[in-house]
């Protein structure tokens, strides 16, 4: 997945857990919860449509590391070409 896949998988992710939130609108180093003002059920529902639709799996110990939209791009880039 490049970054454009990603981006565009995260927004349609996004939309079905909190439509109001905009992706656009968030720095690529900006938190995505404080961003978006994500609780923690909305960040976990996020974490498991990501991995749903990068089939990717995504261990809890790794969440910290989709925080961010250019953590999110390393981490699915990194682990989807070792998939």
Same mark, same amino acid.
């Given at each position: 997945?490049?970054?454009?896949? &990603?981006? @565009?998988?995260? @927004?349609?992710?996004?939309?079905? &857990? @909190? *439509?109001?939130? %905009?992706?656009?609108?968030?720095? +690529?180093? +900006?938190? !995505?919860?404080?961003?978006? %003002? !994500? %609780?923690?059920?909305? $960040? !976990?529902? $996020? &974490? &498991?449509?990501?991995?749903?639709?990068? #089939?990717?799996?995504? *261990?809890?110990?790794?969440? *910290?590391?989709? $925080?961010? !939209?250019?953590?999110?791009? #390393?981490?699915?880039?990194?682990?989807?070409?070792?998939?």
């Amino acid at each position: 997945m490049n970054a454009t896949d &990603i981006r @565009a998988l995260a @927004a349609n992710v996004l939309a079905g &857990i @909190a *439509p109001e939130a %905009d992706l656009a609108s968030v720095g +690529e180093h +900006e938190d !995505l919860r404080e961003a978006l %003002d !994500l %609780d923690s059920m909305d $960040f !976990l529902n $996020f &974490i &498991i449509g990501l991995s749903q639709g990068s #089939g990717v799996n995504i *261990p809890e110990s790794d969440y *910290p590391k989709l $925080f961010t !939209l250019a953590g999110m791009h #390393g981490y699915l880039s990194r682990q989807g070409s070792s998939a």
